[in-house]
């Protein structure tokens, strides 16, 4: 009997006594608490420690598909561990009937995780000693809450919110996630102000060049369209998509940054050449007119290295952010402020430092009014790195840092793992030390408050490792 449908871990326990005590499938009646108990059945044997072993691919599909909503399949996933612990190839025979359909059951269940991660709205309900709080309906094919959960719970982590599906809901309150019974849809607000914000943010990234209605509807199936505000706008746009096709047709491609020609006029004409690099300001007047690559072609600005020329230590870090590119200085966004405090307290001087990067320009995507950041490929990373060794050059710093992978490839001339050479020094030719650590845009992006921390204090000990051996 099981209490719970959908509970991997109430029908491992079972199965796990069922497959030690030897007892055959066909002896086996599973049945849900709505159905009763059978006439003739009788409690599940102890399960003897030790007894069970198989393979870890089977129990996460087990683990996935224990949430499809078939009655059948309790029944069917214990048939198939009955004969994987005495067949342990019994997976890898995709024709097999039983693994077919495990396959097939696991990629439903897969799906719906999908369609859930993508269709769950939230509403705002208020806030609370500093959280909002947000409330979502959702109605998946399967029973699958408790595997779409974490990730809410990962991409969500500052806010207070709640998933009421018709089984059950999840709420994430005070940094815990707990579950509870189902509920209706009544429960949730119909709208609240984001879903305008919503609504007005699909219009936007709504492409009328390539619309495919059969892929779309593929993809955002009719049956979530009733809880999607953006729903309601689908049938417009649709109907409108020619007339902006042909609007499109008729305007212009979008030009560079009008601020790059403001900046140019402010560099001498004539482009230095190689032999006329000789100091630090030669370099910069001679990056900010580079086109050795296309990133240059819609930057603000380039942003050429800081610092005294006498630097012991030299940061090298990927590329300009939107307010480098605006301010024409390394490390002024946010990565920088990270930077900045991270090196007050590995007790170093920031202009006492030589901060550049491995890139001079800022490579980004337009979306809207926002410039969202963008990885320069290595080709573009080995193009520029002539001006990184100009800087080496003129600086000769006791000690270079590398932060991040880009910088680690300017610097050595390959790609390398961070990881494979974080924690030592190594040296370079003319007897240069180098450390690599992380970019500190790396901390930024870690959701999860305990690995920010630890991650956070691994790079200000690199950093005061590079003070140490600098002095």
Not at 206 to 217: G, I, S
Not at 237 to 254: D, I, K, W
Not at 363 to 386: F, M, S, V
Not at 393 to 414: E, F
């Amino acid at each position: 009997m099981l209490a719970h449908p959908g509970d991997f871990a109430e029908w491992r326990d079972a199965a796990r006594a069922l497959l030690a005590g030897g007892v055959a499938p066909e002896d086996v009646s599973w049945r849900s608490a709505d159905e009763g108990a059978s006439l003739f059945g009788g409690a599940a044997p102890l399960a003897a420690p030790g007894t069970v072993s198989l393979p870890r691919e089977l129990l996460a599909m087990a683990d996935r598909v224990i949430c499809h909503r078939d009655a059948a399949v309790p029944a069917r996933l214990y048939r198939i561990v009955w004969r994987a612990a005495r067949d342990r190839q019994l997976l890898a025979r995709r024709t097999d009937p039983d693994i077919d359909w495990l396959c097939k059951a696991d990629k439903a269940i897969r799906r719906d995780i999908h369609k859930m991660h993508a269709f769950v709205r939230f509403r705002r309900l208020g806030e609370d000693a500093g959280r909002e709080s947000f409330a979502a309906w959702f109605e998946p094919d399967h029973r699958i809450l408790r595997l779409t959960a974490p990730f809410f719970q990962r991409r969500f982590y500052g806010m207070d919110w709640a998933i009421v599906t018709p089984d059950a809901r999840a709420i994430w309150h005070k940094e815990a996630l707990v579950y509870g019974a189902g509920g209706t849809k009544d429960e949730v607000p119909d709208s609240d102000v984001v879903e305008d914000q919503w609504r007005t943010y699909y219009g936007a990234i709504f492409n009328p060049a390539r619309v495919k209605v059969d892929a779309m509807r593929a993809e955002m199936p009719r049956k979530y369209w009733k809880n999607l505000p953006e729903a309601q706008d689908i049938a417009p746009l649709l109907a409108a998509a020619e007339a902006r096709v042909e609007r499109m047709r008729e305007t212009a491609v979008s030009m560079a940054n009008p601020l790059t020609d403001k900046w140019r006029t402010r560099v001498a004409d004539e482009l230095l050449l190689d032999d006329d690099i000789r100091t630090l300001a030669d370099v910069a007047r001679a990056v900010d007119r580079c086109n050795r690559c296309p990133i240059g072609c819609n930057a603000t600005q380039g942003v050429a290295g800081e610092g005294p020329a006498d630097a012991q230590i030299m940061l090298v870090g990927e590329q300009p952010g939107d307010q480098e590119d605006l301010q024409g200085r390394p490390f002024v966004g946010p990565a920088g402020q990270v930077l900045d405090q991270a090196l007050a307290e590995a007790g170093l001087d920031r202009t006492r430092l030589f901060l550049t990067n491995a890139v001079k320009h800022f490579k980004y995507e337009p979306r809207g009014k926002r410039r969202l950041h963008q990885n320069p490929t290595a080709g573009e990373i080995d193009i520029c790195r002539w001006w990184l060794d100009k800087e080496r050059a003129l600086v000769q710093p006791k000690l270079i840092v590398t932060l991040g992978g880009s910088a680690l490839r300017g610097v050595m001339g390959k790609s390398m793992s961070v990881t494979s050479m974080r924690g030592a020094v190594h040296e370079l030719a003319g007897g240069t030390k180098l450390v690599a650590t992380i970019h500190p845009s790396f901390l930024l992006r870690l959701p999860d408050r305990t690995r920010a921390a630890e991650e956070r204090a691994m790079f200000v000990a690199d950093l005061a490792q590079a003070r140490a051996l600098a002095a």
